[in-house]
């Protein structure tokens, strides 16, 4: 079985950081894409970024300039810095990692249960 798991969620004034993680654990032969994803009260889930196995990186407009993430393949984790946040940024926070797990013959979309960032005053 895979597992992921999100910490780092909070409360936050506006214009602070957070700094979200997330492991990937388990039967676990590799990683591909992985990516954060969040849902604000009354709305979709929406993609924020995500990242490849090379490295490459996609934002959504929202976040572009003040959110990074990263991936540290030698520990299966990935992290979300984001900087400047506004309330607006207020939502539970997923991750989600497209894995290959040992004796599977293609991967599988995994998601995390989610780590709660509230930004107010």
């Known amino acids: 079985q895979v597992q992921l798991v999100e910490s780092g969620g909070g409360l936050v004034h506006p214009g602070g950081s957070l700094r979200l993680s997330c492991v990937a654990s388990g039967s676990i032969r590799s990683i591909n894409d992985m990516g954060w994803y969040r849902q604000a009260p009354g709305k979709q889930r929406e993609l924020v970024a995500n990242?490849?196995?090379?490295?490459?990186?996609n934002y959504a407009d929202s976040v572009k300039g003040r959110f990074t993430i990263s991936r540290d393949n030698a520990k299966n984790t990935m992290y979300l810095q984001m900087n400047s946040l506004k309330p607006e940024d207020t939502a539970v926070y997923y991750c989600?990692?497209?894995?290959?797990?040992?004796?599977?013959?293609?991967?599988?979309?995994?998601w995390g249960k989610g780590t709660l960032v509230t930004v107010s005053s």
């Open positions: 989600k990692g497209t894995i290959l797990g040992w004796g599977r013959y293609s991967p599988m979309d995994y």
């Open positions: 990242i490849n196995g090379g490295g490459s990186t």
